[in-house]
C-alpha cells in the first residue's frame, strides 16, 4: 500500500509552489531599478570621457581597465608589498643579527601564503623565500 501511495503522487501533477521574495533580492531590484532612472534622467551624462573609447594598454584587457580606474586588486597591492619588503630584508641582511633576518623572513612567507590564496590563476602563486634564495627569488619573480 505505501507503494501505492507514492505511485500515486508521482503520477499526480505537480503544483509550482511561488518562493517569496527574500528582503536582499528585493534590494537588488530596487537599487537596479534606481540606477536605470538615474541613468535615463542623464545622471551619468557628466562622466569624464563619457563616449570616448577605453584606453586599454597592450595585453590583457581587465588589467588595463582595473588601471584607467586606478584600482588595483588585493593580490597585487600584496605582491607590491611583498616586493618591497623582500628588498628591505635583503638589504638589512649584511648588517642584522641572523634571527632578526629570519623574523622578518618568516613574516614574508607568511604573506606569500596569504598572497598565494588570493590569485586569481594558481599559475601566479608564488614560493617560499629563505636566507639563501632571497634574492634570486627577488630578481626572477618579484620584481
Do not use: C
Not at 39 to 56: C, N, S, T, V, Y
Not at 69 to 97: C, F, Q, V
Not at 98 to 123: G, Q
Not at 127 to 141: A, C, D, L, P, Q
Amino acid at each position: 500500500m505505501f507503494f501505492k501511495k507514492d505511485q500515486q503522487d508521482a503520477n499526480q501533477p505537480k503544483e509550482e509552489k511561488q518562493l517569496p521574495e527574500t528582503h536582499q533580492s528585493a534590494r537588488v531590484y530596487l537599487v537596479n531599478d534606481a540606477i536605470e532612472d538615474f541613468a535615463k534622467r542623464g545622471g551619468f551624462d557628466d562622466l569624464e570621457g563619457m563616449g570616448k573609447p577605453l584606453d586599454i594598454q597592450e595585453g590583457d584587457v581587465l588589467s588595463g581597465v582595473l588601471k584607467n580606474a586606478n584600482y588595483l586588486p588585493a593580490w597585487i597591492e600584496l605582491r607590491k608589498e611583498i616586493a618591497a619588503e623582500m628588498k628591505l630584508t635583503m638589504e638589512k641582511m649584511g648588517h642584522s643579527d641572523p634571527p632578526v633576518v629570519e623574523s622578518e623572513i618568516e613574516i614574508i612567507n607568511e604573506k606569500i601564503k596569504n598572497y598565494n590564496k588570493k590569485v586569481p590563476n594558481p599559475v601566479l602563486q608564488k614560493g617560499f623565500v629563505s636566507r639563501e634564495n632571497i634574492e634570486t627569488k627577488y630578481e626572477n619573480h618579484w620584481q
